[in-house]
């Protein structure tokens, strides 16, 4: 990892989804988006259902849609948890259309069915943002 560099993690449950070093991370937290440089601050936050979008040193841009969680910066290096992550190449746009379609019309009062559009918001931005 060179000097104008962090490392990267991205964890969901049941997989490390994206691991390297970066320019920058930009991701949704309870306070609204945060955008994370080379030797940031230390900070621990919480993060709402969002995308995530890393710049890597080599200047390929990875966005992936991630559940909430935690984001954590400390010693050069974001760590990002949470329990469903996927990167945008690995999501089918029109499918997540078709299920947010489907979670709209089958009940917009209930809290679930309100935190599953959401999540499917943020995966269509994901695959979306990187198309």
């Not at 490392?7 to 994370?36: H, K, M, N, P, Y």
């Not at 947010?100 to 979306?128: F, H, P």
């Amino acid at each position: 990892m060179t000097d104008d560099a962090i490392r990267v993690e991205l964890v969901a449950a049941d997989r490390l989804v994206w691991s390297g070093d970066a320019t920058r991370v930009i991701a949704r937290t309870t306070e609204g988006d945060v955008g994370i440089l080379p030797h940031h601050a230390p900070l621990l936050s919480l993060m709402v259902d969002g995308v995530v979008d890393i710049q890597t040193t080599d200047g390929e841009t990875w966005v992936a849609a991630v559940d909430a969680g935690f984001l954590s910066v400390a010693h050069n290096r974001v760590s990002i948890l949470s329990e469903r992550a996927e990167m945008s190449h690995e999501i089918n746009l029109e499918q997540a259309r078709h299920d947010l379609e489907r979670a709209k019309q089958s009940g917009e009062n209930e809290d679930d069915a309100q935190a599953e559009v959401r999540r499917l918001e943020a995966r269509i931005r994901a695959a979306e943002q990187a198309s």
